[in-house]
Nanobody, 115 residues
Framework: QVQLVESGGGLVQAGGSLRLSCAAS????????MGWYRQAPGKQRELVAG???????DYTDSVKGRFTISRDNAKNTVYLQMNSLKPEDTAVYYC?????????WGQGTQVTVSS
């Protein structure tokens, strides 16, 4: 069973930046598109950024131009660089594959953006 461990979250002021990391225990990155999801209190989990094996990326409209997803297959790690953060970006951030079958969800990493 692949384990996903997210890190890098924290408390930041609006306009600030954070870089999230997701380390996988197995080599799922070699064959699967990977994504970053977030879940804010009282809301459903949403996919905010994805990257396929070939490197093409896609983003939800609310983060385009501010977030950048990248991957390092040799390290089994996917990253999310978040710039110009807004209070509405506050959520728990998770990584997983972009489509089924999904790996078990990790504990996520909390991102809190103060105004």
């Amino acid at each position: 069973q692949v384990q996903l461990v997210e890190s890098g979250g924290g408390l930041v002021q609006a306009g600030g930046s954070l870089r999230l990391s997701c380390a996988a225990s197995g080599s799922i990155f070699m064959f699967r598109g990977m994504g970053w999801y977030r879940q804010a209190p009282g809301k459903q989990r949403e996919l905010v950024a994805g990257i396929i094996v070939g490197g093409r990326t896609d983003y939800t409209d609310s983060v385009k131009g501010r977030f950048t997803i990248s991957r390092d297959n040799a390290k089994n790690t996917v990253y999310l660089q978040m710039n110009s953060l807004k209070p509405e970006d506050t959520a728990v951030y998770y990584c997983n594959t972009v489509s089924a079958p999904y790996s078990s969800w990790g504990q996520g990493t909390q991102v809190t953006v103060s105004s």
